[in-house]
């Protein structure tokens, strides 16, 4: 570390004899300093791995409001049927294309095709236990955007690139009916500049509401996406998965790998981003450093050798000192991942 708006990751090796060597980059001159942090023992690790295969699907439960007449019917649902009463009735909304499995409880005499919202329901407790270069300035960004449709899919982090470019460019957002913000589907434009942004969120498991027809996986909107060098789209998907086994992060990682690779087998000019994870704290249970760090570790394993770009922000979040590590950095920082993100569309 040095002053503040500057900083590195080290790379630690571990010599499996109780001994680390510590390696840094001199990224530039003049005196710097080492920060070393533990962020867990080996026996929070070892804590955390029995407590997911113990609640291997259920330590965050989800719900299905069901719309009827002038009432609701709430049924929990999950990535698995099994974790639900034997004799219940289940609703399958499961999207094998999308690499999407998810299932409600049937409510009593309502179809399963009834309009409602999905949601979250709760958590089970587990007992013991500055600006510069070419975007100085706001025609910067536009100049470097102009005639450019972007696509932000994923979760709230990445609505955050969404959001921080609607300020900065001053896009007019226009509002979709029953759309809420926070898991939107999101549309802004500028008109003049010929700009259009939006966000999808990836659907369930999903910490958020929306209503349910709204929900549209990822790997299904990349399919609906014609593509060509003005397309440019961003993706990230992780901070709802870290609850659950690695096998349902991969399973829709593999239908997102797929979905982009038929988009740029048919449009190869089109620009794909893959935004890593946010080094962050949290419930250690439920989320936090560890468990997000082994689905940034697959996602970079399953798009390897792809034509895509990867915006590191997991090293970008842990090498900042100047604010705590939280799931959703400050703006400063947003604004450093978006000027690296548009270095790929124009390149300095």
Known sequence: MDRKGSGAVGIITDHQNGT???TFRLLWEGEVTI??????PRQAIDLKERIKRLY??????FQRRYIVGNGTIRTK?????????KTSAVCNYSDPHAGAWWYCVKPVNVSCNTSGYHGRYGYNNVKGGQLYDSFSSQTGWQQCLKGKTLYFMGDSTIRQWWEHLVRIINMTETHIPEAIHATGPLLARDPVNNITANFLIH?????????????KYVANAIDEIEGG??????ITMWAHFVSYPVEVYTKRMEAVRAAIQRLLHRSPETLVVI??????????ITFGYWLAYKLDLIMRDMFRGMNVVLVDTWEMTH?????KDILHPPGDIIVQELEFFCSFICPL
Not at 229 to 234: I, R
Not at 275 to 284: R, S, T
């Open 319 to 323: 090498a900042q000192h100047w604010h």
């Open 229 to 234: 060098p003005n397309d440019v789209v961003g």
């Open 275 to 284: 935004k890593a994870a946010n080094a962050c704290h949290g419930d250690e």
């Open 56 to 61: 291997p699907i259920d330590l965050v439960t």
């Open 203 to 215: 659907g369930p498991p999903l910490r958020g509401s929306i209503k349910t027809f709204l929900i």
């Open 77 to 85: 649902c999950n990535v698995d049927p099994a974790i639900f009463k």
């Open 35 to 40: 920060k070393i942090q533990l962020v867990h």
């Open 20 to 22: 680390y060597t510590a």
